[in-house]
T-cell receptor
């Protein structure tokens, strides 16, 4: 089973709202990722969690706050977003972080976010 | 440094072949190929780890030329289901995948 699930599928929020995106995997992977993808662009890495600890933050604004409650779950808390933050947010997981030769990343279906 | 993919877009008739290239200015530790259909998640196709390695997946295969830091994805006898955007993801030993800009493939009946 190589499934990564994400909820919700779609989200519309105002600039003053607080919302959360959720991601779950049951493959026993110890690395989880958040990516942002704009239309007709490749996924851009935002955060990497390795063994439930934040290992990489790609200079993401603080209005995005990641959380990894356990090895299977990854959240992305959103607060005071801007319209330009509207995008597809993808979660991914892999066996370990930083070892791309030991396996690839499996992506979830994404949450399509619209900020009004 | 983002890998460079070529071509940016290609239109095929069913049954035709295509090659998508992915080049890097830095040495690549591994190359990962994905296909993404509109509105869906990127789907893993294959990973290449060694120079000269070739891998196959049904009628889709890939090679990795370590000297040239280039990987190529070969699609033979294309089917309608092959339509989508193909991304290569390169790791230049930073432990992160950096994706090329994508190649949009359209297969027409």
């Amino acid at each position: 089973d190589t499934e990564v699930t994400q909820t919700p599928k779609h989200l519309v929020m105002g600039m003053t709202n607080k919302k959360s995106l959720k991601c779950e995997q049951h493959m026993g992977h110890r690395a989880m990722y958040w990516y942002k993808q704009k239309a007709k662009k490749p996924p851009e890495l935002m955060f990497v969690y390795s063994y439930e600890k934040l290992s990489i933050n790609e200079s993401v604004p603080s209005r995005f706050s990641p959380e990894c409650p356990n090895s299977s779950l990854l959240n992305l808390h959103l607060h005071a977003l801007q319209p330009e933050d509207s995008a597809l947010y993808l979660c991914a997981s892999s066996q370990v972080a930083g070892q791309t030769r030991q396996g690839t990343q499996y992506f979830g279906p994404g949450t399509r976010l619209l900020v009004l | 440094q983002q890998p460079v993919q070529s071509p940016q877009a290609v239109i095929l008739r069913e049954g035709e072949d295509a090659v998508i290239n992915c080049s890097s200015s830095k040495a690549l530790y591994s190359v990962h190929w994905y296909r993404q259909k509109h509105g869906e998640a990127p789907v893993f196709l294959m990973i290449l780890l060694k120079g000269g390695e070739q891998k196959g997946h049904e009628k889709i295969s890939a090679s990795f030329n370590e000297k040239k830091q280039q990987s190529s994805l070969y699609l033979t006898a294309s089917q309608l289901s092959y339509s989508g955007t193909y991304f290569c993801g390169g790791d230049n030993q930073g432990g992160k995948l950096i994706f090329g800009q994508g190649t949009e493939l359209s297969v027409k009946p």
